[in-house]
């Protein structure tokens, strides 16, 4: 079953924001959920010229999960919490090459 790294992309989240349904999220996917990552921060880019955007990239977090394709994947993302603020909150997703 394929897995995929499910980026999660928008400003910067504050300290004390709510990670209500968050844990709903997590536990419906069940074993499906290989690695639930971890929140990001003081992100920057590294170019042939040094590194640029010190702080400022807008990557906030990653988790990874499986799915049978990627419909299955969009069904499980539509109502992640991270969507729920709108606005900038978006989510990428990449396919990972089975190890080995």
């Not at 074993?31 to 992100?43: E, K, M, Q, V, Y």
């Not at 419909?71 to 729920?84: F, G, S, V």
Request: glycine share 12%; hydrophobic share 35%; no cysteine.
């Amino acid at each position: 079953m394929p897995r995929f790294m499910v980026l999660y992309v928008g400003p910067a989240t504050p300290p004390d924001a709510s990670h209500e349904g968050w844990p709903a999220w997590f536990a419906g996917l069940g074993d499906r959920l290989i690695d639930r990552g971890s929140p990001l921060a003081s992100g920057f880019a590294l170019r042939d010229d040094g590194p640029t955007g010190l702080g400022t990239t807008r990557v906030n977090g990653y988790s990874v999960v499986r799915a049978d394709d990627t419909d299955e994947l969009l069904d499980q993302l539509t109502n992640h919490p991270y969507l729920a603020p709108g606005g900038d909150h978006s989510i990428e997703v990449y396919l990972m090459p089975e190890p080995g």
